[in-house]
């Protein structure tokens, strides 16, 4: 099995990357797992405290969780991911039946700021954009999914987000071993992740 990590701050494009990428395999061979679905279990707190948590902590992130079940795939067994929903900030009662791939992609703000995790990618990539470009995402996002009011997003911008990707995002870039600037359809880097995990699968 290959474990490709792809990282980057919170809309720089990490998604779209990962589609180009998963575009190039059979759909038979490449899965998936979202760190999104690996935020903390918070039912012991009320919505008001959950609602002040901070997401863009590593604390935040069940990497125990995480880190278990990617050590299971890998035995070839089936893992059950959480389902978080970002509306009641908690997780739901749903799971995402996961298989074994050939292929494993995991995707997240914070993936390669946890060492145990940053350890088991045999490809580690970074998504960098623009910080502008990125509260533009983010704002249409939020708004748009995630039931967030405008005043709310950008507060949560200037308090939390910029901040934390300064602190703990960021400095992950040197983690990795291919950076992806995010201004354009990046052919040349999907076109080198191609062909390493050409060469690794085949």
Same mark, same amino acid.
């Given at each position: ?17 990962? !589609? ?24 012991? %707190? ?10 863009? !902590?590593? =604390? ?16 070839? =067994? ?18 995402? %039946? ?29 998504? !960098? ?24 997003? %950008? ?5 939390? %987000?910029?901040?934390? !990707? ?37």
């Amino acid at each position: 099995m290959l474990i490709i990590g792809i990282a980057g701050g919170t809309g720089s494009g990490k998604t779209t990357v990962v !589609h180009q990428i998963m575009n190039e395999l059979p759909s038979t061979e490449v899965g998936i797992i979202s760190q999104d679905h690996y935020y903390r279990e918070t039912s012991n %707190l009320s919505y008001e405290d959950r609602a002040k948590i901070n997401f863009d !902590h590593p =604390r935040s992130i069940d990497f125990e969780l995480l880190v278990s079940h990617l050590r299971e795939l890998k035995a070839g =067994r089936n893992v059950e991911q959480p389902v978080y929903s970002f509306v009641t900030h908690n997780r739901t009662d749903d799971t995402i %039946l996961t298989h074994p791939r050939k292929v494993m992609i995991v995707e997240g703000i914070l993936i390669l700021a946890n060492a145990e995790l940053r350890d088991m990618f045999d490809i580690k990539i970074y998504v !960098h954009a623009d910080s502008d470009e990125r509260l533009i995402r983010r704002l249409k996002r939020d708004i748009a999914e995630r039931g967030r009011d405008m005043e709310e997003v %950008l507060n949560r911008y200037q308090t939390t %987000l910029k901040p934390m !990707h300064e602190q703990f995002i960021e400095p992950t870039k040197a983690y990795a071993d291919i950076i992806i600037p995010n201004d354009k359809y990046n052919t040349v880097a999907i076109d080198v992740v191609r062909a390493v995990i050409n060469q690794r699968i085949l």
